[in-house]
């Protein structure tokens, strides 16, 4: 939907209406690793089961190059997504799923009380990435993005589109400030603002069109929706001014 055009200072001003929805967006709050302890202490458990794999990076499609044994002193040093980098007394480290650390016993002999990311882990997460669809001057638009939250409130986002239309075809890469202003929230709305650059790439064979690069500006709204562990679900209007000579 073309929104308005104008003119000031010789630059032609043309305002776009962008509706996305964001179906499947990863939100990996522990992307960053998360230290296990608040202080300097390190959080320690003891192997209760027969043994633990250690792997050598966080995923169960790493191999297992060491085994911890029962009665095996674990020091745990920081967690990313549903593994945690633990350290024998022997000083070898490696991750180890939280599901098997959480079998583990603390210094009182106990069950360690762990668990999968929640809602808490997504609310004080550091990095979000995620793929949008949606509508852009009547075309169908793609959009991956990658946010940091350098507070609670507040989000540095980049992305990057590319729409498809009849006529000409684009892509753009912008920068974002996005205010969250209840992040504690699972319904929680956003306002964001930026600018960035646009490549349109005209179709036309009738007569000679040539690519043209514009500066942008943007301004928008939208709603992040919590679903589950890393998942949300993103809703957001942005209205964008392309800057033409």
């Known amino acids: 939907m073309q929104a308005g055009r104008g003119e000031m200072a010789g630059v032609n ?11 499947l967006v990863a939100c990996i709050g522990a992307l960053s690793a998360r230290a296990l302890a608040e202080d300097e202490a390190v959080l320690q458990s003891t192997v ?3 043994y633990i794999d250690m792997r050598t990076q966080p995923g169960r499609g790493y191999p297992v190059f060491h085994v911890a044994e029962r009665g095996d002193k674990l020091e745990l040093l920081f967690q990313r997504t549903d593994w945690i ?17 959480g079998r583990t016993l603390d210094a009182r002999g106990e069950p360690l009380a762990f668990k999968s990311p929640d809602f808490d882990s997504y609310t ?3 990095w979000e990435f995620g793929f949008m669809v949606g509508d852009y001057d009547s075309t169908d638009t793609l959009v991956a993005y990658l946010g940091w939250h350098f507070t609670p409130n507040l989000s540095l986002e980049l992305a990057a589109s590319e729409n498809y239309g009849d006529f000409s075809d684009g892509k753009m890469a912008t920068a974002s400030i996005v205010h969250q202003m209840f992040p504690q929230w699972r319904y929680s709305p956003f306002l964001t603002i930026g600018g960035g650059v646009r490549e349109t790439n005209p179709r036309s064979t009738l007569v000679s069109t040539e690519d043209r690069t514009d500066n942008t500006a943007n301004v928008g709204a939208g709603l992040r929706v919590y679903l589950t562990k890393r998942l949300l679900l993103r809703l957001q209007y942005k209205y964008y001014v392309v800057m033409t000579d």
């Open 13 to 23: 001003k043309r305002g776009y209406a962008s509706l996305c929805a964001a179906l």
């Open 124 to 126: 004080n997460r550091t």
């Open 48 to 50: 209760a089961q027969p």
């Open 85 to 101: 980098k633990v350290r024998t007394a022997k000083g070898i480290e490696g991750w180890v799923h939280v599901n098997d650390i």
